[in-house]
């Protein structure tokens, strides 16, 4: 039996002619070193067809691919809404990516275009000549006659100014029929071996994952809301809030490159955020000034997303406590679009045990399946116990990578379902507790200790700004944990009383054996403790282990 | 260029897995004569594995048809998820259908089994022998047993106990791979000409339509919300709420046949639940019982959803002053899954104009398109003054009906968009306010004149109950407005008032010429106005005008 329903395409082009057409008051809003300038989604439609316009003046044709190197703002937007609409493929480029990584991206996917910010021409010139495919470099913000475009031009490619090319566009634009499974973005993910691998999103999955997102159990958007993406356009395309926003109708607060705590709690003040979400170190710098400014309040927030790596209860209840803001977690990565689990209270839940599921990666949306997998591939109970690799599956799942020749590749599936590389435990209300990366697992005399909750712990702790955990090798134990620890600005603490506050959480056989204090946690190129880094520090001497007593 | 998204199908199945899997401890909650009964999800995914076993073992197989006949209450809801996550087709049917329509439906859709309510043996057993495909039937319910199944058992067909045939099954199922494109379940709509029509929902659209439930602009369900559908699930799915509360993991609380407002009031607060759906008169009926009981107070309930047929404002205001519960109006068709807009506010709106806004059909959802279109087939501007028939398309509203050979349908689609048959106006935000049915409007001297427009402000008067305005043929004029009017218990109000107090909203010649007080509006199967009765008695001379003087 056939069903009569309509043979509707989901596509990024129905959520923007409908965020535009039906929400034509709503607004971006980005920051700018003075204040912020905004834009009407009225007029963000006109643009977006004018970007269209311009880019297929350029020979932009079929699904060419064309890359933003752009911090979140009303540009990076309009790329956004554009690229993909006109049947091209978007392929955000991570402009903290190391010159020998964001040469080989562009250079795998074949960019033809670079949109990129006034503000990153200085960044985006000394790889420019490096970008094989590039033909047009397009230099967008409101300071992009002034910005250096000499140092692009030696690269040899055409530079022109954004807002010349869509001047002489129309403001209407022939937009193609697109099929929901075709290409609509693209971004890579770094791995610890091997290039960086190609994640491309359908049409289709980002408009599910953008429905998922307007949904009760995320964000439950409106068009009353307003919403802040901290978290990086061109970092799992801003766990999807731009699209989202869109979709919604709600306005769009966005920070460009203002992320240091002081500008951007005068910019929450300023555009009046409902919703926001960014790494818990960004809100570990604002709570520091909210702290400090016990004047300032966020009152216009309802809900703050956070996750890109474990949120601290601690930074949750500091938050709660001392600042009346709702901090949730939430779960993915690049390959899941990035949401996959949300990490909201169930029904009843009060007290200690509400901290306890907030602590958690949070609780499986409708959408994604999740299961955990033992070492000898069996599936585990799902019973909050049995500690395994996590695998997902769902619409906006990926299931494989972009041309990769990575022979780690079909490591990454198993029969359908996506291996996260997380290693924890799924409850029967579908809560995922994460105890580690699967490769910075710490197995010491056959049992697994979770680097997770020890750095949970640690961050806790008064004295403590940051803490990465990773296993070193031991003749006895095979591995045993070794806490790195930042200690905040004026503060002083020992590895004893750190190893003392531990105990009162912990078995004795699960605490570090040895301290490091360090200045500053490596980071990867998306934020997150590179503990691969820390690991080779330890095995070169370069780590100062202070000795327990 | 491809994209590496997961090929992962929207279905009823996996909703219902994700409801009863990660929501296991939310409830269904069903109203009985003395109060409730309830189960788990848990219990609810067992039980619908039962059903589908039992079904199978009926000789349900590939896409054979499944009629319900029952009131919304447990036992329907594992029809809604057995029935199509097996790979069969759910046919709601209505069990207000006049007998000719309801075997006139059944034998067009081929159903093979009905599932029955034990309330409802006594409605079907008339016509249980005219359902020609018809082989089992099963009776559901706490007094299924009780119920009179020899009434039943004289038609031929096999007669079975619900319970009995569940017990007899696993309580897991081997759920077949279903295309998210394969129908799931179909729904009935009377036209005002010809025989019933077939909706055929798929899987796909039913999923779709469920998600944007979900979202904020529609009820933002979480799974810490209880939905009460106290709109039947065998109309146009109960509204989408019974799948957007498995698919959110929201609790049920399920009205059975307990609709008149007294024991509904008392379900109400014995349930808690947060949201709720059902038409004007429903809630008409409770406003009335809540002024008559100042004690009773309804405050678990965050959102009323309220739609079917014009929402009086003035009945949305006694809620909100008198009772402190806020009502928001939703328009949508069988055709559409129904929900297509919902009349939520815009951001900074208040008072008067806040009420107008309430007062539309709604602001279209994303993923449905809408515009107004002449007579002369032209599309009229999007003004919120041009008025025209309303088109709409997407991926939850039909393409055409089942196998029917209705020389009508052909007209019912526009170049792929549904003309829903209703006329009105949409403005620049995407709000659309209707006037009338096509086949209600009044012409009068060339101009329209709205029928829903008068009916709203009449309804506010304090001694009207109900109005229903029509169009009478006039010599002069074409057609003249006649008002019908269902006068309050104990209230009295003469035709010389009731043109007075219009005349303050309306122009001279917008006034009806005529009214006639009758007792009740008649109604379609459906609940709706039933204008072309009244149209007719009032040829018929039937209808007793007052006269103005």
Same mark, same amino acid.
């Given at each position: 039996?056939?069903?009569?329903?309509?043979?509707?395409?989901?596509?990024?082009?129905?959520?923007?002619?409908?965020?535009?057409?039906?929400?034509?008051?709503?607004?971006?809003?980005?920051?700018? +070193?003075?204040?912020?300038?905004?834009?009407?989604?009225?007029?963000?439609?006109?643009?977006?067809?004018?970007?269209?316009?311009?880019?297929?003046?350029?020979?932009?044709?079929?699904?060419?691919?064309?890359?933003?190197?752009?911090?979140?703002?009303?540009?990076?937007?309009?790329?956004?809404?554009?690229?993909?609409?006109?049947?091209?493929?978007?392929?955000?480029?991570?402009?903290?990516?190391?010159?020998?990584?964001?040469?080989?991206?562009?250079?795998?996917?074949?960019?033809?275009?670079?949109?990129?910010?006034?503000?990153?021409?200085?960044?985006?010139?000394?790889?420019?000549?490096?970008?094989?495919?590039?033909?047009?470099?397009?230099?967008?913000?409101?300071?992009? +006659?002034?910005?250096?475009?000499?140092?692009?031009?030696?690269?040899? =490619?055409?530079?022109?100014?954004?807002?010349?090319?869509?001047?002489?566009?129309?403001?209407?634009?022939?937009?193609? &029929?697109?099929?929901?499974?075709?290409? +609509?973005?693209?971004?890579?993910?770094?791995?610890?071996?091997?290039?960086?691998?190609?994640?491309?999103?359908?049409?289709?999955?980002?408009?599910?994952?953008?429905?998922?997102?307007?949904?009760?159990?995320?964000?439950?958007?409106?068009?009353?809301?307003?919403?802040?993406? %901290?978290?990086?356009?061109?970092? $799992?395309?801003? !766990?999807?809030?731009?699209?989202?926003?869109?979709?919604?109708?709600?306005?769009?607060?966005?920070?460009?490159?203002?992320?240091?705590? &002081?500008?951007?709690?005068?910019? %929450?003040?300023?555009?009046?955020?409902?919703?926001?979400?960014?790494?818990?170190?960004?809100?570990?710098?604002?709570?520091?000034?909210?702290?400090?400014?016990?004047?300032?309040?966020?009152?216009?927030?309802?809900?703050?997303?956070?996750?890109?790596?474990?949120?601290?209860?601690?930074?949750?209840?500091?938050?709660?406590?001392?600042?009346?803001?709702?901090?949730?977690? $939430?779960?993915?990565?690049?390959?899941?679009?990035?949401? $996959?689990?949300?990490?909201?209270?169930?029904?009843?839940?009060?007290?200690? &045990?509400?901290?306890?599921?907030?602590?958690?990666?949070?609780?499986?949306?409708?959408?994604?399946?999740?299961?955990?997998?033992?070492?000898?591939?069996?599936?585990?109970?799902?019973?909050?116990?049995? /500690?395994?690799?996590?695998?997902?599956?769902?619409?906006?799942?990926?299931?494989?990578?972009? +041309?990769?020749?990575?022979?780690?590749?079909?490591?990454?599936?198993?029969?359908?379902?996506?291996?996260?590389?997380?290693?924890?435990?799924?409850?029967?209300?579908?809560?995922?507790?994460?105890?580690?990366?699967? =490769?910075?697992?710490? =197995?010491?005399?056959?049992?697994?200790?979770?680097?997770?909750?020890?750095?949970?712990?640690?961050?806790?702790?008064?004295?403590?700004?940051?803490?990465?955990?990773?296993?070193?090798?031991?003749?006895?134990?095979?591995?045993?944990?070794?806490?790195?620890?930042?200690? =905040?600005?004026?503060?002083?603490?020992?590895?004893?009383?750190? #190893?003392?506050?531990?105990?009162?959480?912990?078995?004795? !056989?699960?605490?570090?054996?040895?301290?490091?204090?360090?200045? &500053?946690?490596? #980071?990867?190129?998306?934020?997150?403790?590179?503990?691969?880094?820390?690991?080779?520090?330890?095995?070169?001497?370069?780590? #100062? /282990?202070?000795?327990?007593?």
């Amino acid at each position: 039996m056939k069903s009569t329903m309509q043979d509707y395409q989901l596509t990024i082009a129905s959520l923007m002619h409908h965020g535009t057409g039906v929400h034509p008051d709503s607004e971006v809003v980005t920051a700018t +070193a003075e204040g912020s300038r905004s834009i009407s989604y009225a007029e963000l439609g006109k643009r977006t067809a004018q970007l269209a316009g311009a880019l297929r003046s350029l020979g932009v044709e079929g699904d060419d691919r064309v890359a933003t190197f752009q911090w979140n703002n009303a540009e990076h937007l309009e790329a956004y809404l554009a690229i993909p609409s006109m049947g091209a493929v978007l392929h955000t480029l991570n402009i903290r990516l190391f010159p020998e990584q964001l040469i080989y991206v562009a250079n795998h996917a074949q960019d033809k275009v670079v949109i990129v910010d006034d503000s990153l021409v200085g960044l985006l010139a000394a790889q420019l000549p490096h970008l094989e495919t590039v033909t047009h470099v397009l230099v967008a913000g409101p300071d992009a +006659a002034a910005a250096d475009l000499d140092s692009l031009r030696s690269s040899g =490619k055409e530079i022109l100014l954004y807002e010349d090319v869509l001047a002489d566009q129309s403001e209407t634009f022939d937009w193609p &029929e697109v099929d929901e499974d075709d290409a +609509a973005a693209m971004c890579y993910t770094s791995g610890t071996t091997g290039n960086p691998k190609g994640v491309v999103y359908s049409h289709r999955s980002a408009y599910l994952h953008s429905m998922a997102a307007c949904t009760g159990n995320v964000a439950g958007l409106t068009f009353t809301d307003r919403v802040l993406p %901290i978290v990086p356009m061109f970092h $799992a395309n801003a !766990w999807g809030l731009a699209y989202a926003a869109i979709m919604s109708g709600a306005s769009l607060c966005m920070p460009d490159r203002w992320l240091q705590a &002081e500008p951007l709690v005068r910019f %929450i003040n300023e555009s009046r955020p409902t919703i926001s979400g960014a790494v818990p170190t960004i809100w570990n710098d604002v709570l520091t000034h909210l702290d400090d400014h016990p004047e300032v309040r966020l009152d216009s927030l309802r809900r703050i997303l956070c996750g890109g790596s474990a949120v601290p209860v601690s930074l949750m209840q500091a938050l709660r406590e001392r600042h009346d803001l709702d901090m949730v977690q $939430a779960w993915g990565m690049t390959e899941t679009s990035p949401v $996959a689990s949300v990490a909201t209270v169930p029904l009843g839940v009060e007290g200690e &045990e509400a901290w306890r599921y907030k602590g958690t990666a949070g609780r499986l949306l409708c959408g994604v399946e999740g299961r955990i997998v033992a070492d000898d591939g069996s599936v585990l109970p799902r019973d909050g116990e049995a /500690v395994g690799e996590l695998e997902v599956k769902g619409p906006w799942v990926t299931a494989g990578y972009y +041309a990769s020749d990575d022979p780690e590749v079909e490591e990454k599936f198993d029969h359908g379902w996506l291996r996260t590389g997380d290693v924890g435990t799924l409850d029967h209300l579908g809560y995922i507790t994460l105890t580690d990366r699967a =490769k910075d697992v710490i =197995k010491s005399g056959g049992e697994w200790i979770s680097s997770v909750d020890l750095e949970n712990s640690l961050m806790g702790h008064d004295a403590v700004l940051e803490a990465a955990v990773v296993g070193i090798p031991d003749e006895k134990w095979q591995e045993r944990p070794l806490a790195t620890i930042v200690v =905040k600005q004026g503060a002083t603490v020992t590895a004893d009383e750190l #190893r003392e506050y531990l105990a009162t959480d912990f078995a004795k !056989w699960q605490l570090p054996d040895a301290f490091a204090f360090i200045d &500053e946690v490596p #980071r990867t190129s998306v934020g997150k403790f590179d503990k691969k880094v820390l690991r080779q520090r330890f095995r070169q001497g370069d780590l #100062r /282990v202070e000795p327990l007593s």
